[in-house]
């Protein structure tokens, strides 16, 4: 099976190739502009691996809750050409993607990932593995900083960056986890993994990203 795949959730850029077995992917650190690289990197890709975009068989996209902007980007490129195409489109969860790469990279069993949701908010959301694959423990949820889940975590890793944006509201959690690891972060080579797990796929015109707030709520920086 052929799979494009792209997350543009975080600063890091990255889209991915499936070509048969064999997964080769394409990154770049820009936090903000990522809309000028990347039809730039599909289509090295592509190149790469002698395909056009008819060859492919599945889309897949960090679906969020993550930021609304790059989230959008992701869903409106791939929206075009599974317009076009008629492919079938797999919406990710970011949070569960940033588990599948601790799982991918440090093959930790649980993780409770705490991510910055901005506006004084945080991305919450707890993860076990079962066959190499992170199931949601409960909900993915957007909390404040003073009201984060009052849960057990000795046996948990920590991930994400939201730890670190609310220190004095985290610190008491994070002190109780088994360890944190700051350096996971997820890319498309993620996606890609879980959107073969989760054989649900959208039609184009069907997407629906996930942000756990009302669209209109986000604010520009300058209003933050």
């Not at 317009?83 to 069993?109: F, G």
């Not at 073969?196 to 942000?211: E, F, I, R």
Request: negative net charge; hydrophobic residues 40%; aromatic residues 6%.
């Amino acid at each position: 099976m052929n799979i494009l795949a792209i997350d543009a959730s975080t600063s890091l850029l990255s889209v991915a190739l499936q070509y048969g077995d064999e997964v080769n992917e394409q990154q770049t650190e820009k936090p903000r502009g990522q809309a000028q690289d990347v039809l730039g990197l599909i289509d090295s890709l592509l190149a790469k691996c002698q395909l056009g975009l008819a060859d492919i068989d599945l889309l897949a996209y960090s679906a969020g809750p993550a930021s609304f902007t790059g989230v959008r980007l992701a869903a409106s490129v791939l929206q075009a050409i599974g317009m076009v195409h008629d492919t079938p489109i797999a919406e990710v969860s970011s949070l569960q993607a940033l588990a599948q790469a601790a799982w991918r990279q440090q093959q930790y069993q649980q993780v409770v990932v705490c991510n910055n949701a901005h506006m004084g908010e945080l991305y919450w959301a707890e993860f076990s593995i079962k066959n190499a694959t992170p199931v949601l423990q409960g909900q993915e949820q957007l909390v404040k900083p003073d009201a984060l889940p009052n849960v057990g975590l000795a046996d948990w890793v920590a991930i994400g960056d939201g730890w670190q944006r609310y220190p004095e509201s985290t610190g008491e959690l994070l002190a109780q986890t088994r360890h944190y690891n700051a350096e996971i972060r997820a890319s498309a080579t993620d996606i890609i993994k879980l959107a073969v797990q989760q054989q649900q796929t959208s039609k184009a015109v069907d997407l629906d990203p996930q942000y756990l707030r009302q669209a209109d709520a986000w604010k520009t920086l300058s209003e933050q």
